[in-house]
Structures are given as structure tokens and as C-alpha cells.
């Protein structure tokens, strides 16, 4: 007989990002600003990322659209990529994400897609602490995962390689 496995994940809610702690509302601010300079000409869909390190350096990341689309890169792996190259040993603390359409107004948080999901956990896994997420749309609620694996909770890790 089957056993089930129950997958429980606990994400917070803030109404706005005015209801977030000072520090996360500053990284959510530049991920706005990161937003803006995205190429996204093709899906008009810009997205900015921003992760904090334990020194307190702020890591900015867009999406890079090409035309041979599975050439670009979403913003979340623009910015872990470079912390990972100029930074490789400091731990990422928060990573903020923020997501637009420039054909439609969007107000329900964006997540990361199931891609950068995986990037992110691996260097979760790799530092042994959680990167604090906090997502949302152009505006209105923000969401928080304490840990990526709160997004991606079976992780594919080194472990079965």
C-alpha cells in the first residue's frame, strides 16, 4: 500500500511593501529600480531581483531577453550568478523580486519560475542557511519564504549525482 507524503509550506503576507522591515523595503526598492533597466523586448515582461549579502552589499539582476529565447536569463539568475562570481564566499541573506508588464498592470506577487528555483536552492544548499525571499507584482502584496525550499520543497541536490 502507498504511503502519502504531505508537503506543508508557511509563506507571509504583507499587504504592501511598506509593511516589510526597513531594510527589506530598501532591496525591494532597488529591485524596482533593477526592474526598469530589464530587456525585455520580446515579452515585455520585466522582472528586477536584488539579494543581500552578509556584508550588506546589495547584488542587482534584470532579465536579458534574446531573440533566440532560450538564450536569456531571468532576473533572479542575473544577480546570483554575478554574487557568485564577485562574491563567492559571502552568504545571501534576502533576495528581493519584483515583476511588470508593460501590457498590463500586475498586482499579485510574481514567484520565481522553476529554474531559478533550482539555481537559488543550490546556493541555499551550498551556504547551509536560507536565503529569505520576498516577492511581488508591480505593486500591492508581498510575499515571504523563509527558505527557497519553502518554493521548491523536493530539491533535486549533489546528493544524487
Given at each position: 500500500?502507498a ?11 504583507f ?9 527589506i ?58 554574487a ?34 533550482q ?32 518554493l ?8 544524487y549525482?
Amino acid at each position: 500500500m502507498a504511503k502519502k507524503i504531505i508537503i506543508k509550506t508557511e509563506l507571509e503576507v504583507f499587504e504592501s511593501i511598506s509593511e516589510l522591515p526597513s531594510s527589506i523595503q530598501n532591496l525591494m526598492n532597488k529591485a524596482h529600480e533593477a526592474r526598469e533597466n530589464a530587456y525585455a523586448p520580446y515579452s515585455h515582461f520585466k522582472v528586477g531581483a536584488t539579494l543581500l549579502l552578509e556584508s550588506g552589499e546589495i547584488i542587482p539582476g534584470n532579465n536579458q531577453e534574446n531573440a533566440a529565447y532560450p538564450s536569456g536569463l531571468c532576473a533572479e539568475r542575473v544577480a546570483i550568478y554575478h554574487a557568485g562570481a564577485v562574491y563567492p564566499s559571502q552568504k545571501i541573506v534576502s533576495l528581493a523580486i519584483t515583476a511588470r508588464s508593460l501590457k498590463k498592470v500586475i498586482t499579485d506577487p510574481i514567484p520565481p519560475c522553476g529554474a531559478c528555483r533550482q539555481a537559488l536552492v543550490e546556493y541555499e544548499i551550498k551556504q547551509d542557511s536560507n536565503i529569505e525571499t520576498y516577492f511581488m507584482g508591480e505593486s500591492g502584496k508581498v510575499i515571504k519564504a523563509s527558505s527557497i525550499k519553502d518554493l521548491l520543497p523536493l530539491v533535486f541536490n549533489k546528493e544524487y549525482l
